[in-house]
């Protein structure tokens, strides 16, 4: 609550000087007419001392209110306008059967990926988010949406092996998710493309890819997983079970950097869990969707609170003065 007119309370000032005034000379006034022979008062009521004070401090109550009302009191309903232009994000996720390797411990390599993302999904606001997924093809798994829900049950579904199991098709890939972005008419378009390979398959080269991306403004920040070297890749022999051979480090650093340059975006290279979810959060924050919230306040006038109960009173003071409370002069 506000008051539009505060300076009526200064009248509260005056008031209480005149209260002080008023009850200090009530003490040590003295009567004003002498009776030889109260006879003639024979009948009448009364009114005892305390009695006597109603009425003046009905009438203060009363000025009280009629100040404060004065004032004007007013409540305040406060709504919020809030414009903002998202950014339009495609989740372009390798799932080539390389993907199993379990180098990124306890979990493979996807199944890290995938909990990242996921994490990463539940930290926007505002955005449309996709995926592609791609190994030897490439497909759009989660057309852009901002029901996350979704998105996320999307994201858990990704399997290796779902776009066929050998191959990685970079570029066809970056061609899919561009075509999902081109036209955006969203503040920013980024790809978020992850691999743990080279481009071995598909139709389009991905440095082609990549000029197409960037004639659209897309931005493509690329992230290489795996450890360098070999890493464990699990086996299921019908003979002795499960087992585990070593794969080689196959990752073509090189093109990723050049598809990150052609569209001013950033390579990023993961060789852990924790440093992936480092590179995430740091996408995040260089993504991060503008805001702009104008806020409004709409006042309610309170006065009528305040000059009803003061009209009431005023209307009890003359009653009670003309009748129970009455005096003499």
Do not use: H
Not at 132 to 159: H, W
């Amino acid at each position: 609550m506000r008051f539009a007119s505060p300076l009526y309370f200064l009248l509260l000032i005056l008031l209480m000087g005149a209260v002080i005034y008023f009850f200090k000379r009530e003490k040590v006034q003295k009567p004003a007419l002498f009776f030889p022979d109260f006879r003639l008062f024979k009948g009448l009521e009364n009114v005892s001392s305390k009695k006597i004070f109603i009425i003046p401090i009905l009438r203060i109550i009363i000025l009280i209110l009629l100040i404060i009302g004065a004032s004007r009191p007013q409540a305040g309903l406060k709504t919020e306008e809030i414009t903002t232009k998202g950014i339009d994000i495609i989740l372009c996720m390798d799932t080539s059967g390389s993907m199993k390797a379990e180098d990124f411990k306890p979990k493979n390599r996807l199944e890290v990926a995938k909990s990242v993302a996921i994490d990463f999904i539940k930290g926007r606001k505002n955005d449309r988010i996709g995926i592609v997924v791609f190994s030897a093809i490439s497909m759009l798994q989660c057309p852009l949406t901002n029901d996350y829900g979704a998105v996320i049950d999307f994201m858990r579904n990704v399997e290796i092996g779902m776009t066929q199991t050998d191959g990685t098709a970079i570029g066809d890939a970056i061609g899919t998710s561009v075509n999902r972005l081109k036209d955006s008419k969203a503040k920013s378009k980024v790809i978020i493309l992850l691999t743990d390979g080279r481009n071995n398959m598909g139709q389009l080269d991905p440095i082609t890819s990549a000029k197409l991306a960037s004639t659209f403004d897309i931005k493509i920040y690329t992230i290489g997983v795996g450890t360098t070297g070999s890493a464990p890749y699990p086996v299921d022999d019908p003979i002795f079970g499960k087992r585990y051979v070593y794969i080689k480090e196959d990752l073509d650093e090189e093109t990723l950097r050049q598809i990150a340059d052609e569209t001013k975006g950033r390579y990023f290279r993961a060789t852990s869990a924790e440093a992936l979810r480092n590179i995430y959060n740091e996408i995040d924050k260089m993504e991060k969707t503008e805001i702009k919230v104008t806020e409004y306040t709409e006042y309610t006038e309170l006065y009528a609170y305040f000059l009803i109960p003061a009209m009431a009173l005023l209307l009890v003071e003359i009653i009670l003065g003309n009748t129970l409370l009455s005096r003499i002069p």
